[in-house]
């Protein structure tokens, strides 16, 4: 079955710090995905990538980064985190959209 | 750009009725592909089904949807919920259908079946 892995699981970072997530596919697909998750708003889109190098802005991308420096990884970051991005982010990975998730990360900024 | 629209948020039901989980979109792109996912309870979504073909009937695990484009809808349906039905339902749409695929995800449906 196709694997993503997310690290860290969880995570509490300081208001204005720097926080970064990475996310790891072993399925060999060209499309990667970060959305947020949070009650009321479903599966939110940050950012998105076809390939390595590529990085595509999603819906929702303001205060967030994004890095694809290989097929297997990508890296979401927060370069200086807020509050309001306390959620939890799922990384998924496929291609002609039937996408497959990692088990999420649990963000608390104080 | 493209929005799903998933006009439930929590659906109560009892046990062995029936459900039907509304699903609209919006998109600009033409070769689209639309999907069901389940998450349960602390877990990651998992893909129910999927379809890309207009007026076609689409079946997995007990639950059925048609893609009808006529009225931009995808509804999931199913005729006698279980209580491991119990989950949040998302509906999705990817496209442009070139394989460089944005998914967008609807708020998402809370179904909570009762004994």
């Known amino acids: 079955e196709a694997a993503v892995t997310q690290s860290p699981r969880n995570k509490v970072a300081v208001t204005g710090g720097k926080v970064t997530l990475s996310c790891n596919q072993t399925?060999?697909?060209?499309?990667m995905y970060w959305y947020r998750q949070d009650t009321g708003h479903g599966l939110r889109l940050i950012h998105y990538?076809?390939?390595?190098?590529?990085?595509e802005k999603g819906d929702i991308p303001d205060g967030y980064k994004a890095s694809r420096p290989s097929q297997e990884n990508f890296s979401l970051i927060l370069e200086l985190a807020t509050p309001s991005q306390t959620s939890v982010y799922f990384c998924a990975s496929g291609d002609w959209g039937e996408v497959f998730f990692g088990k999420g990360t649990r963000l608390t900024v104080v | 750009g493209d929005s799903v629209t998933q006009t439930e948020g929590l659906v109560t039901l009892t046990e062995g009725l029936p459900v039907k989980l509304n699903c609209t979109y919006q998109?600009?792109?033409?070769?689209?592909?639309f999907f069901w996912y389940v998450q349960h309870l602390n877990e990651a979504p998992k893909l129910l089904l999927r379809?890309?073909?207009?007026?076609k009937r689409t079946e997995h695990q007990g639950f059925h949807a048609t893609l009808h484009k006529s009225s931009s809808s995808f509804h999931l349906q199913k005729s006698s919920v279980q209580l491991s039905d119990s989950a949040l339902y998302f509906c999705?749409?990817?496209?442009?259908?070139?394989?460089?695929?944005?998914?967008?995800f609807g708020a998402g449906t809370k179904l909570t079946i009762k004994p």
């Open positions: 399925n060999n697909h060209n499309n």
């Open positions: 999705a749409l990817s496209g442009p259908g070139d394989g460089n695929e944005k998914i967008t």
């Open positions: 379809s890309s073909t207009d007026n």
């Open positions: 990538s076809y390939g390595a190098g590529s990085t």
């Open positions: 998109t600009a792109y033409s070769d689209v592909a």
